[in-house]
């Protein structure tokens, strides 16, 4: 803005701040007024330590006369382009601003071509990518949304469809919500291309947590979906859930069900011994191969264990063992787990009274809550499966909260979910181009352990002598394979 004469003015970074010049790359913030005049001080004062001064005197009618320098400056040069570097900028967060529903990229280079190269060089989207989300957020409903209706009705407003736009401007990750037979009320979050995806891919993997849970008052957990491409986790749908019922999982996959068609069909689904979430996939989709995570069983064994007073027990050498071998009972084919279990009942039994004794309750435990449950010992085998854990989904869970806080703000929340979407989305081309993309990957431990469990499971197929020695050399074998999740069982939660 021209003030007169050779007085010129534009907004400063901070809200409310002006900026004086008179064009000779000096510039200066308002200090204090005395008698009519406002003194400056340069806008380099604190960062440079510069001692620079001007004033801005006025004749008798308040007209503006003239810039006069009075001190010199130092520690910096003049800068003849930081009033264009600024007025770049400005346009730039205006638009921002203004919800246009284009990627930072586009917007950015659209203001980036009516100045000169010497101001481009100082204005890039690196430079600024922290600056347009704030710009960006600040103009979405204030205070956030307290329930996910309140959230999903700003979500259908066309005016903030640049909320889930994606980085690219190519899609959007605003699936659209359900609600359950109970009345409560879900959202999922996905984009079409990862809904393409998850149509093709064979495995998936299914997952509740409430560690990454936003701050909206209702949200009972963040339930993900995500598959594995070349050892390498691609998350592909997540859900902002009211509650963890059967019911409510039905409606979430019901949703995913209609957006795909038949193409969620014949899939091989893993989850925790969740049984709600477990039930809902079989209802939902009758025809996929429903298994239970290793580790969860593990953990849950280990729970028990504990409950039943046995963390001391636990270092007998004897009761170790017999602990170990239970705990093995899923590497069995589905045909072969009750003769597993009698087996290591026996194994107990030969240890000795005291042995067996302590092992009885745990003995028991397993019988009535895996044995003798249909579905439980149906699910709980993962004989031959690629995946024997849900590991995927719990690397992606951690992946999600490392980057957003505790809690977060749900705008922050969906930021991240467009962050890493468009991360998949490159891992995805670079796995096609048989590229391998960088983070996400197994550990090759995990993939070593694999490849070991798989010699035990071929001779395990077609044993050398009578089926009841196999199963007990396959169950010693593979129980040693198995201590890290026994050993650390928090560690890996």
Known sequence: MDLGNNVLCFEGKQKGSVIFHDGNGYYYHGNKKRRGNLYLKCIWYESHNCTGRAVIRK??????????????????????????????????????????????KRIVSDERRRFDIEVLSRVTLTGMRTALRNARM?????????????????????????????????????????????????????SERLLQTLATVT????????KIVPAVDDVSQVFTTVTTWNHHIVPLAWALMESKTEVAYEAILTFLKNQLGPGLTRKIVMTDFERGQQNAWESVFPDCDLRGCLFHLVKAFVQEALELGLRQSLNIPEVRRIFELYCSLPLLPVENIRD??????????????????????????VLRSWIMDPDRLRWMSVHGSIHRTNNASESHNRTLKDTVTVHPNIYLFINALLKLEHDVITDIKSLRQGNAPVGWARKTTAIRNDVALRRLENVLNNPPGPIEEAILDFLEAARHRLRNIVDNPAENS
């Open 59 to 104: 004749r008798r009618r308040g007209r503006l006369v003239i810039l006069e320098h009075l001190n010199p400056h130092r520690n910096h040069d003049p800068d003849v382009h930081h009033a264009d570097v600024m007025l770049l900028r400005r346009n730039i967060l205006r638009r921002c601003r203004e919800l246009e529903c284009l990627p930072y």
């Open 340 to 365: 597993g279990y009698l087996i290591v009942l026996q194994e107990s039994r030969n240890e000795g009274r005291a042995i067996f004794r302590i092992c009885r309750q745990f003995s028991a435990y």
């Open 138 to 190: 600040s103009a979405f409903p204030k205070p956030p949304p307290r329930s996910l209706r309140e959230l999903d009705a700003i979500l259908q407003n066309p005016r903030y469809e640049v909320l889930t736009a994606t980085l690219d401007g190519r899609d959007n990750i605003y699936a659209g919500s359900v609600s359950d037979a109970d009345g409560r009320f879900h959202i999922l979050f996905s």
């Open 203 to 210: 495995w998936i993997h299914g997952d509740g947590t409430v």
